[in-house]
């Protein structure tokens, strides 16, 4: 994601989103600027936190979201990388 992504709290609402979701995975800022985060679960719950990344934490203004399919690595919980 890039825009205003960093020092809202994106990190920290995403996982909060993530977890009342049910997904798995982790997220983290770039050193560009952009945070990047990876999801896996069920269609339904990767599905909807793609969507609520579009818009983010309140105090977040989400310019672009890039996506990529990946094979999935069989995460457990969702992390905040450093």
Known sequence: ????????WFRGATRKE??????????????????EAVFEGSP?????????CHRGPPA???ENVELREETPEGLHGFDIQA
């Open 1 to 8: 994601m890039s825009g205003r992504v960093q020092g809202v």
């Open 18 to 35: 993530a977890r009342r979701r049910g997904a798995d995975g982790w997220v983290r800022n770039c050193r560009d600027g952009c945070v």
């Open 44 to 52: 339904e719950a990767v599905d909807a936190l793609v969507t609520w």
């Open 60 to 62: 977040a203004r989400v």
